[in-house]
């Protein structure tokens, strides 16, 4: 496959750092990178890893062709073009699978390698997964309190054409059903979806003529907008001209409560009753988990699913933990100011439930690591082994794995109230 | 240049509406679509047009290849996938030029076409747009709000990786003097920049021999780190290291406010009086006003940029404003429901200033418009004419018209404290 490069997806001081560090003598030093949270969303009860597998796919698409290193020739010293041109990640990467739940300080993702190589990755691993992560985590919320009622994708349009992308796909790994984005329909397997616009409506020189055009085209199972003019009128028209098979109505302004059970009544009167209802409009979780004694049977979701409803990124962050020291041993180093203090030295995690299998803390320790006791499970899989990526996996089980682990959070995890996170982040002692 | 077809960054509905109208009769109807703001992000006072440049790019390269009719074999019938293998935008398009400011109202795009051609734009435009616009409102917020210190782009780390480099784009129509992100440096005349991070001193065995790395590869004028550990002893290593000359310290957590001070009394001290100070930490606009009065020489600002300070999207629609009758006439139109009324007819739209050259109003009105009178120009400009682009213009005059738009509003526009739109919509009364 003949991917465009990604490495210039990354920030100018990387580069520099680079030369500096190949001048200095220290750029091949080994390292441990870690990305992790020093805190959540402000609220927020637990996060959603999201965007591994794309991480994957850009690290192997991340070399220094003519190109990018003509568009450095101005940044870094001919001595540092050089050793790009030859750049190759050699290192290995473990990170929580994709659709894992996290807290503050998870190593979400472990990048050991020299300091040439893993300081490069910075821009890239943070970009990937400080999106997705955002956007999945606010769909899990979705998600949980749509409960059994599908959530539907529908944001492109709010957020960067390829952004929207991504969010379709992590909207995907934290339960929604389907995607309005073509492209994320052709990138991954997932469903795409899709009703019609007012504007569709508007073309016409009625709403029954537009009714009547769409309802020949695609078939009565359709799903037809109603909200163009009045919304009474247009579920009688819809029903007339679909005939009580008619698949769907989308509702898309107003008072999504109130006009969900109007419009469930008369449909059941007019003999729908197996007419499904569709909402749109601004929803967010709070909006779903309202409409929940409602009768409607789907949610399309944008703008707060694509903006991270309120948390836009996921503030993870890419530190180093631990570096060879003059004696080619590792040392754990951190930052020390101010405000930002950090753990030195590299992590592990495994996550602990109690007897009835509900999750009860995040443990996170420095150095080799333990056998997990009963309880136990390790958090850290091998992603990238030496240079190759050995831990790509189908969409789905992320999907699987993210229903798997919501449900085992404990029963606050999925209130939408403000709230702490879920499970106690848990430093044990070195060993 | 061999683009990749951006024909998928769409949403399905879009498709299955061209396959009914299409069967129904009516793709081929003349349509004019546009694109607002029904209102701005909560307490902004003005909008900034960022985007133009990337949409008309994008659209050179929104075609139907046998990929993408591959992709959509699925989703839409035989007789459409036949019209989209020869589609091809043949309207007009019109609107404001990049950099403009507009209000709620302001007709930010006008496109022209056939249902056919016109319907399936929505997406991609409002995608480019709503995260352009969004990032470059913020921008223009803290530029504004910098005065003459230059501020820089460092917000890729936060933020999908391709959207990183449209909000670069973004951020230096707004005013903003570089980014850290290599790939805009290389896709648009943007000046790169970069500092070290705390890794490149965490990787040294002291913070001197990190400073001395970086100063021996980089030069005297090179900007050090100074809040790994100890920020007074830091500065003097910096100023014993580099020399008088240093280029730059930037300050990255803690109180920036007193620091900058500290820091600033310190380098004087020891020489180094023409020593800029660079902050950086979380900064957005309102961090930046609170500066104003300390020692600092730039602003490095990440998150709240490219998360547009709260305002992730622009909250832009793209709505069918007049369409072909039977008779062939344009006849205006409008979804007329709850709470979204829009206003029929293709528009115009003037700024009106007052004899002082500030500007006083925005002036829309329904049909063929009117010549501006004295104080009044037009803001809607030729972008595409019959399918061909005619509107592309170097990434600078954007920025240019930029800084001459914002200086031309009223003195309220660039109040940070939350407010209303700076200039009222007057609609004009169709002639």
Sequence with gaps: MNRPSTALLTDHYELTMLQAALRGGTAGRRCVFEVFARRLPPGRRYGVVAGT?????ALEAFAFTDDELAALDAVVDDAT???LRDWRFTGSIWGYAEGECYVPGSPLL?????????????TLAL???NHDCAVAAAASRMTAAAGARPCIE???RRTHEQAAVAAA???????FASTSNLEAGRRYPIPTAGTAAHAFTLLHDDEEAAFAAQVASLGAGTTLLVDTYDVEVAVRTAVRVAGPGLGAVRLDSGDLLVQAHQVRRLLDELGATATRILVTSDLDEHAIAALAAAPVDGYGVGTSLVTGSGAPTAGLVYKMAAREGADGRLVGVAKNSADKVGVAGRKWAMRRSGPDGTDVAELVGVGPGR??????RELLVELVRAGEVVGREPLDDARERHAKARAALPDQAT??????PCLPTVYEEHR
Excluded: C, I, K, N
Aim: charged letters at 20%.
């Design 53 to 57: 597998g794309r991480l994957l796919d």
């Design 81 to 83: 073009l050089a050793v």
């Design 110 to 122: 472990v990048v050991e390698g020299t300091f040439a190589e893993a300081v490069l990755l910075e």
């Design 127 to 129: 970009s990937v997964l």
């Design 154 to 156: 529908m944001g492109s």
């Design 169 to 175: 796909r992590a909207a995907y790994v934290a339960g």
């Design 371 to 376: 056998a997990p006791a009963p309880g136990e």
């Design 415 to 420: 209130q939408l109230s403000r709230g702490e």
